[in-house]
């Protein structure tokens, strides 16, 4: 069996004294891993840094092996990701979202863009932030818990919408939402397709944080375990006042 294609290098792990296992996620073929030989050479070693985009050959007797990768660099990213701290970490956050929960071979071609753009954007520290919180629902909507943002559950209304129930993942407005405040999640402005005149504020990241946060939890981790309180705590650092 062999496929060709490219793709975003998630993480590399050294495999025996001269191999690696490389995670990528392609355009077109999803999250594919495989074995890399001679990773450790020097031509290889500058071109198998994550954020790297690399075209890549495939090649296994059977089509459920591992598999072996051949790689060429199409693009450099990972000076350009590091530039920023915060824009290393939230790069980190995505590498480790999509190495743990996405599942092998599924296209996710409209996850796989929206990584890209954040990757590769030129944002604020709070536009980044705005950005990934944007992406983590896309993850969860790729997966098939994608929240309904666009109108209340209750009334059907598209107007002043400013919770999200726990339950259900819907929008809840204002008037449908009272009594019952506490019991729900806010939903930030910058979610509910209003144009801003600014960059969303940093209560609005917060609850932006704190509403991915709870869905990822009740929804990934039942799937497959993994240490996801001490994701989130290295995560939430980033609405530390000295990273926003």
């Known amino acids: 069996m062999r496929w060709q294609g490219e793709g975003l290098l998630l993480a590399v792990r050294k495999y025996g004294e001269s ?16 074995l890399l030989r001679g990773v450790f050479n020097k031509q290889n070693k500058s071109v198998i840094q994550p954020g790297n985009q690399l075209f890549l050959t495939w090649n296994s007797r059977i089509e459920e092996s591992l598999g072996s990768f051949k790689v060429e660099l199409i693009k450099s990213r990972y000076h350009k990701i590091s530039e920023q701290r915060i ?13 743990t929960f996405l599942p092998e071979r ?19 520290k709070k536009e980044k932030l705005q950005k990934y919180i944007e992406w983590e629902l896309q993850l969860l909507k790729s997966l ?29 407005s204002r008037n449908s939402s009272v009594g019952w405040e506490k019991k729900l999640l ?12 600014e960059i969303a504020s940093e209560a609005d990241l917060e609850n932006g944080f ?5 869905f990822i939890k009740k929804n990934l981790q039942p799937v497959k375990q993994f240490q996801l309180d001490l994701f989130f705590r290295s995560r939430n650092r980033l609405l530390l006042h000295d990273s926003i």
């Open 19 to 34: 191999s690696a296992l490389l995670d990528v996620f392609t355009m077109n073929l999803g999250r594919r891993a495989g």
């Open 87 to 99: 824009g290393l970490e939230i790069f980190n956050l995505i590498c480790v979202l999509c190495s």
């Open 106 to 124: 599924v296209d996710f071609e409209e996850l796989y863009h929206k990584t890209i753009m954040i990757i590769e954007g030129e944002h604020s």
């Open 144 to 172: 098939g818990f994608g929240l309904d943002l666009e109108k209340c559950i209750v009334s059907g209304s598209k107007k002043d919408l400013k919770f999200v129930s726990p339950k259900s993942g819907c929008a809840v």
């Open 186 to 197: 806010i939903l930030p402005d910058f979610l509910c397709g209003k144009v801003l005149p």
């Open 210 to 214: 704190k509403l991915t946060e709870f």
